[in-house]
T-cell receptor, first 115, second 111 residues
Framework: EAQVTQNPRYLITVTGKKLTVTCSQNMNHEYMSWYRQDPGLGLRQIYYSMNVEVTDKGDVPEGYKVSRKEKRNFPLILESPSPNQTSLYFC??????????????FGPGTRLLVL | SQQGEEDPQALSIQEGENATMNCSYKTSINNLQWYRQNSGRGLVHLILIRSNEREKHSGRLRVTLDTSKKSSSLLITASRAADTASYFCATVSSNDYKLSFGAGTTVTVRA
């Protein structure tokens, strides 16, 4: 089954404790991205990757890191989480066609609470 | 920054009625996509329309695109309670291929 998986689904942590949210897709997609969703603000892109070893900042990259060592995986790293990073996080992937990124496949989301 | 802006922010309709929401954007696009999100869940793709297309249909969904006005609309006909969700448009910029989402329209269908 074609899917994007994220782990963990729920996470409670404390300020400053490094954490990683994993994202994996099984569709051989070139494009992967991370979003955070906060009430009233819609989806804001954190980082995206056009292909292996190619990553770029989105609209809200501060406090986050990513890597794309393999095509299927795109982990999101919070080196020193702060309470303002409490949010719902989504990973997404798509193929890149002639008109750019096409249908986005979203993971189920990771709800993060930073105390 | 968000490229797409949905309007209205919220919409409440009776079951069986049609729901229309609009998306306006600022820069030239390669394609525009519509997604649905049920509360707290991942977004689900509905329709992709390319810049050289004007209208697309999928079941009870109809999407139009007017590139001269930089706007798109999503029409849901004969709405059902299960259509209660948030709807988002996303654009792929033709300048830098960046994908951007709007803030969404929350649709409530009353039984």
């Amino acid at each position: 089954e074609a899917q994007v998986t994220q782990n963990p689904r729920y996470l409670i942590t404390v300020t400053g404790k490094k954490l990683t949210v994993t994202c994996s897709q099984n569709m051989n997609h070139e494009y992967m991205s991370w979003y955070r969703q906060d009430p009233g603000l819609g989806l804001r892109q954190i980082y995206y990757s056009m292909n292996v070893e190619v990553t770029d900042k989105g609209d809200v990259p501060e406090g986050y890191k990513v890597s794309r060592k393999e095509k299927r995986n795109f982990p999101l790293i919070l080196e020193s989480p702060s309470p303002n990073q409490t949010s719902l996080y989504f990973c997404a992937s798509s193929r890149t066609g002639t008109s750019g990124q096409e249908t986005q496949y979203f993971g189920p989301g990771t709800r993060l609470l930073v105390l | 920054s968000q490229q797409g802006e949905e309007d209205p922010q919220a919409l409440s309709i009776q079951e069986g009625e049609n729901a229309t929401m609009n998306c306006s954007y600022k820069t030239s696009i390669n394609n525009l996509q519509w997604y649905r999100q049920n509360s707290g869940r991942g977004l689900v793709h509905l329709i992709l329309i390319r810049s050289n297309e004007r209208e697309k249909h999928s079941g009870r969904l109809r999407v139009t695109l007017d590139t001269s006005k930089k706007s798109s609309s999503l029409l849901i006909t004969a709405s059902r309670a299960a259509d209660t969700a948030s709807y988002f448009c996303a654009t792929v910029s033709s300048n830098d291929y960046k994908l951007s989402f709007g803030a969404g329209t929350t649709v409530t269908v009353r039984a």
